[in-house]
């Protein structure tokens, strides 16, 4: 079956850097484009960024673009968002989401959290 | 930037029928799309493409879509319709996506 699994959510300081990594599974990776979904604590969804199947093509939030980078390794099967530059508005729990084309996100992950804090 | 925008709250009773919309300036040329979200839990798609529906999704939930206003109708609402739902499309692009701020839904 699908599985999207996210790790890397960790407590940092504002400033400092992050990487996400989004692990797939049960499904051709390569085929689907991918998108990085975020939450706030108590706050509705966000979409944050999406990548083309085969990488070529990225594609950015106003609020992240400058400060976030969202790549994949197909070979590993693995979506990543690198988050430089972290804010405090960028506390969230951070979910990958797989594209069926057209279709919408089918697929999500649990979600990994991001803490920016003094 | 591009907004879509959803009513904060909707409440009915068991039985009735919920509908919830969204406004948007992009939604004649692109697609709404619908997702559910339980407390605690990751979203749900239940509508894509304006007004088709996943399977596995229940046929009391339906969707539509005219002019610049897209509409989930849960028709016959239950309890364990209970939940968050967000509209999702994007700008004019095509490339940016944009969710509406939810809409909470109570049924009781």
């Known amino acids: 079956q699908v599985l999207l699994v996210e790790s890397g959510g960790a407590g940092v300081q504002p400033g400092r850097s992050l990487r996400l990594s989004c692990a797939a599974s049960g499904f051709t990776f390569s085929s689907y484009p991918m998108h990085w979904v975020r939450q706030a604590p108590g706050k509705g969804l966000e979409w944050v960024a999406a990548?083309?199947?085969?990488?070529?093509?990225?594609y950015y939030a106003a609020s992240v673009k400058g400060r976030f980078t969202v790549s994949r390794d197909n070979s590993k099967k693995t979506l990543y968002l690198q988050m430089d530059s972290l804010r405090l508005e960028d506390t969230a729990v951070y979910y990958c989401?797989?594209?069926?084309?057209?279709?919408?996100?089918?697929?999500w992950g649990q979600g990994t959290l991001v803490t920016v804090s003094s | 930037s591009y907004e879509v925008t959803q009513p904060s709250s909707v409440s009915v009773s068991p039985g009735q029928t919920a509908r919830i919309t969204c406004s948007g300036d992009a939604l004649p040329k692109k697609y709404a799309y619908w997702y559910q979200q339980k407390s605690g839990q990751a979203p749900v798609l239940v509508i894509y493409?304006?007004?088709k529906r996943p399977s596995g999704i229940p046929e009391r939930f339906s969707g539509s879509s005219s002019g610049t206003m897209a509409t989930l109708t849960i028709s016959g609402a239950q309890v364990e319709d209970e939940a968050d739902y967000y509209c999702?499309?994007?700008?004019?692009?095509?490339?940016?996506?944009?969710f509406g701020g939810g809409t909470k839904l109570t049924v009781l």
């Open positions: 990548i083309s199947y085969d990488g070529n093509n990225k």
């Open positions: 493409e304006d007004a």
């Open positions: 989401a797989r594209e069926e084309a057209a279709a919408g996100f089918d697929h």
């Open positions: 999702y499309s994007t700008d004019s692009s095509g490339h940016h996506g944009v």
